[in-house]
């Protein structure tokens, strides 16, 4: 999402006669765009921001995103030669920004709330296969660990002819894939009963766009997966079987405390319907190891459970307490060493799980997405499977955006390398 955000600010700037340089030390403006989610994702930025204050040239240097968002004119005092501060619902008012940072006046802008429609057909895109299209912003779970709430607000729905539009838009331009993106994709349209437009009936009028090979979503929270999502997901030619769906804990009680509103037996039974459903489907997960109070036996119940799902890959994260998020009211009680060990083992199972995953393709033919060259000579090219998996196989820049069939020979690294089937 941020990084969406980031190539509508570019886009922003490049109107105004900004253009992109490769180093720090050229630039006139530099702008860092933020995220909360664990501390050391803001230490990693107030560190790099601090060297830049040895830089000869002084450019312009702002703040957006989350930290933005949370912080506010605090970040002034953190940061003495910062020039503004624009939160994640203040993209829109960037030029007016800089307008007023360029006169040397301290600038924050920060909305709790997002209202003001993005310019996104005008971004500067980084990549011309694939596109990230954002259709829900902001979140209503308030699960107790998390920031995201306070920092983006409420949920707000785009309106479905604006996204279908950027979509034909962006297939027109010469764009494969969309990655649909939201802090919660499956609340898509609740937020306005009137549009009559539910996440699935959305999908169905973005598969019918003509030239849009994949279209990819998340992140899909296991309380808002429907059944017609599950068709869905099942029945369109265009959508892929990948669905990322967070578990975060494997104990009922944690999952209690962390607010996620479902307990391990409702979310198998969604995983259940999902396989059966959609019969090749690989799930992702996220999970976070060492939330207060988390015993021994509750991680070997989270361990248990990515095991028995077989996810085909997670993004795994030890605890980091938040400021003003409800969990702070417990103590952060789990060792840093006890969250690193349940974390490593977590990391083991998990390649663990996904190397035999990818084992069990070898001789097996998938369908890739040429999305980029890939080795030193670039005789390869490199793409996804539907599922997500990376795969390599001889190829040349004219076959970059096509779909080819490939057969799998062999496994390295967790990519699959293969030959395209003539
Ligand atoms: N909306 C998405 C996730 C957004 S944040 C969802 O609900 O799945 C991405 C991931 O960061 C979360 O799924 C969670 O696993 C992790 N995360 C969020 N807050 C965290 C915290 N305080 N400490 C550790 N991990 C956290
Ligand atoms: Fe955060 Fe929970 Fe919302 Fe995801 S669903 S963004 S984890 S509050």
Known sequence: MNELDSEVMAGILERRGFSEVTSEE???ILIFNTCSVRDLAERKVLGKIGRLGKLEKRPLIGIAGCMASSKKEALFQKVPYLDFVVGTNNI??????LDEALQKRPVTRVSPQFTEELDYKRAKRKDSIKASVSIIRGCNKFCTYCVVPYTRGREVSRLPESIVDECKTLADRGYKEVMLLGQNVNSYGKDRPEWGCSFAALLGRLNDISGLERIRFMTSHPVDISDELMVAIGALRHVAEYVHFPLQAGSNRILRKMNRGYTVEEYLQKVQKLRALVPDVALGT???????GETEDEFRQTYDMVEQIGYSNSYLFAYSPR???????WADDVPKEAKEERLQKLIDLQNRITTSHLESLIGKEVEVLAEEESGKDATCLKGRTRTWYNVVFPGS????GTLQRVVVQKVINQTLFGTIIT
């Open 323 to 329: 400021k003003g998020t409800p969990s702070t009211r």
């Open 286 to 292: 996220d999970i976070i190891v060492g939330f207060p």
């Open 397 to 400: 820049s004219d076959q970059l």
């Open 26 to 28: 050229e630039a006139d």
């Open 92 to 97: 829109h008012e960037l030029d007016a920004i």
